[in-house]
């Protein structure tokens, strides 16, 4: 009878706490569950502006954050996220907003900010089960900053800190090795040397880029506007020569120069994603249950 | 022991509840769906190489988009958007840029006011004009003078 009362006294307990909560975020909740975002990230703000303790205010923060991130806006995520201040790493919260931030800093771009939030968060956190859900962003900020080990290292621990058959880790350990093998990593193209190669043979960067066609349109060009301010030279027109040939000649050889380091940096972009994408694809279908 | 086991079958309902309450309250990372976004997200940033449509493309042919003055311009600034300016040093100052301008203002006003209005703005796009620009026009995305069609009438 002792315990009977203890547990309904606790049950009424947490039920109040719980049909509270509810009443209170229900609004903002459902909003957020029919996935009109914006709606919802108006809402927590309502309640977080009302908000008694910094406890609370922090939860509304966070799903405010949780919102933004949603609506793609994830510079403001962060700021949100940002404002949050633990002093004690066993806060129930703290993994779940260090997780959105290195999150938010990853799909913002700043893969090396990831790393650094994450490492801080394994440093001050005691629970080191929570650890394996930063381990799949932590692998794809090391693919990011091509850190090809550490991401193979990550990969791998994250594969073990799994409840797999002893077979199945093995195929997924292997297929591992097998993705970060020198064939498999993508093949980056150096901005510094297609900017050098565009130096010395106008449209060489382009082709070195992977754009044979634009390489040799910017030589043709190039050389077309040299030949121009030549004859011009040639039959004593040297103010013409030098203003229309040379003039033009500065726009496009410069031009061309740094039309090589955009097409590098956006084909080295692009085969990053191609390779993160297939990553992430391994991930979810076969290390993530449903 | 045994009386332990009776009282949790006793209490079952009340242990049932207590737990869906707990669920209710917890909300645990859903990493599946995060990876999602970023693939989506990812996938987004691609850069593809998509060219510049012309100016005239999918509208009804009449006099005044099949003129051989419509056609000699609309081919030049399709050949201009698509091949040469690429390899040009220079940025426009503007948003949109001096031939997007073009491509709009020409659509909106027809060829004669849209060229005065192109080679009025061909005039303000240099390093002397831009000393003269307000800065709060300064687009945040894009970081250029925010200079519309739409100011023009």
Not at chain 1, 23 to 38: C, E
Not at chain 2, 77 to 104: E, M
Not at chain 2, 114 to 140: K, M, Y
Request: with cysteine; aromatic share 14%.
């Amino acid at each position: 009878m002792r315990y009977t009362i203890k547990y309904f006294f606790s049950f009424i307990f947490l039920c109040a706490i719980f049909s509270n909560s509810t009443a209170q975020n229900g609004k903002a909740d459902s909003l957020y569950a029919v996935g009109n975002y914006f709606a919802a990230s108006i809402e927590y703000e309502r309640m977080l502006f009302h908000s008694p303790d910094v406890a609370t205010q922090h939860y509304f923060k966070y799903r405010k954050a949780q919102c933004y991130k949603q609506l793609k806006d994830f510079s403001r995520a962060l700021e949100e996220l940002q404002s949050i201040y633990f002093n004690n790493s066993s806060d129930s919260l703290y993994m779940r907003v260090c997780y959105e931030q290195s999150l938010c800093l990853y799909l913002n771009g700043e893969a090396p900010k990831a790393l650094w939030k994450i490492d801080e968060y394994i440093h001050r956190s005691k629970d080191s089960t929570s650890f394996q859900y930063f381990m799949p962003i932590k692998l794809l900020c090391y693919n990011e900053t091509q850190q090809w080990n550490e991401a193979k290292g990550c990969f791998v621990q994250f594969i073990k800190a799994q409840t797999f058959s002893q077979e199945k880790e093995k195929e997924l350990t292997d297929s591992i090795e097998w993705l970060y093998t020198r064939k498999n990593l993508p093949r980056m193209k150096s901005a510094d040397r297609a900017e050098t190669w565009s130096r010395f043979i106008p449209g060489a960067g382009q082709i070195y880029a992977g754009h044979t066609g634009e390489g040799i349109t910017n030589f043709l060009i190039n050389a077309s506007i040299l030949t121009f301010a030549g004859i011009q030279a040639i039959n004593h027109y040297y103010i013409t020569g030098y203003l229309m040939g040379l003039g033009f000649f500065n726009k496009t050889y410069h031009g061309g120069m740094k039309r090589a380091v955009t097409l590098a940096q956006e084909r080295n972009k692009e085969e990053m994603i191609r390779f993160n994408s297939k990553i992430n694809q391994m991930i979810r279908e076969s290390c993530i249950a449903e | 022991m045994p009386n332990l086991l009776a009282l949790i079958k006793k209490n079952s309902l009340l242990i049932f509840l207590f737990l869906l309450s707990l669920e209710g309250k917890s909300q645990s990372i859903q990493l599946k769906s995060d990876l999602m976004l970023i693939d989506t997200n990812s996938k987004q940033q691609v850069h593809h190489h998509q060219k510049r449509s012309y100016i005239y493309k999918n509208q009804a042919k009449t006099f005044k988009n099949s003129n051989p003055a419509s056609l000699l311009y609309g081919g030049s600034l399709y050949v201009y958007q698509n091949l040469i300016s690429q390899h040009f040093s220079a940025n426009c100052l503007y948003d949109p840029s001096c031939s997007d301008f073009s491509k709009q203002a020409v659509k909106r006003f027809g060829l004669v006011k849209g060229s005065l209005l192109t080679i009025d703005r061909l005039n303000r796009c240099n390093r002397i004009a831009a000393t003269g620009l307000d800065p709060q026009t300064i687009n945040e995305k894009s970081h250029r003078f925010n200079d519309p069609i739409s100011k023009y009438k």
